[in-house]
């Protein structure tokens, strides 16, 4: 039983590590290429198009994608697909109002 326990916590702390260092990249990646144009989840171009409330990550990644409106398009190269799901949800994590 004792083992069983020991491997469930292992497992447990992985996950938790796995998700921390996901959270960390997604804020450090944002930091980088999007918080001069969405200072504290603002919007420089358009301050009523913000990122606070938004709770879709897909919607998010495929704005990184596309683009329009103002907001450089980020492909493949410039923001891994990693990368843009750990920003759409430090996003969705960090500006919810």
């Known amino acids: 039983m004792k083992k069983i326990t020991a491997v469930v916590a292992v497992v ?8 921390a260092f996901a959270a960390g990249k997604g804020e450090a990646v944002f930091k980088e290429k999007c ?6 989840g603002g919007n420089i ?5 913000t990122l606070k409330g938004l709770k879709d990550t897909k919607f998010i990644t495929t704005k990184i ?12 190269k410039a923001v891994s697909d990693a ?15």
Not at 45 to 49: Q, V
Request: aromatic share 8%; proline share 4%.
């Open 12 to 19: 447990a702390l992985a996950a938790f590590s796995a998700n």
């Open 35 to 40: 918080s001069m144009c969405h200072p504290d």
């Open 45 to 49: 171009m358009n301050p009523k198009e």
């Open 65 to 76: 994608r596309n683009g329009g409106n103002g907001m450089t398009k980020f492909d493949a």
């Open 83 to 97: 990368d843009a799901k750990a920003v759409a949800e430090y996003i969705v994590k960090t500006f919810k109002k």
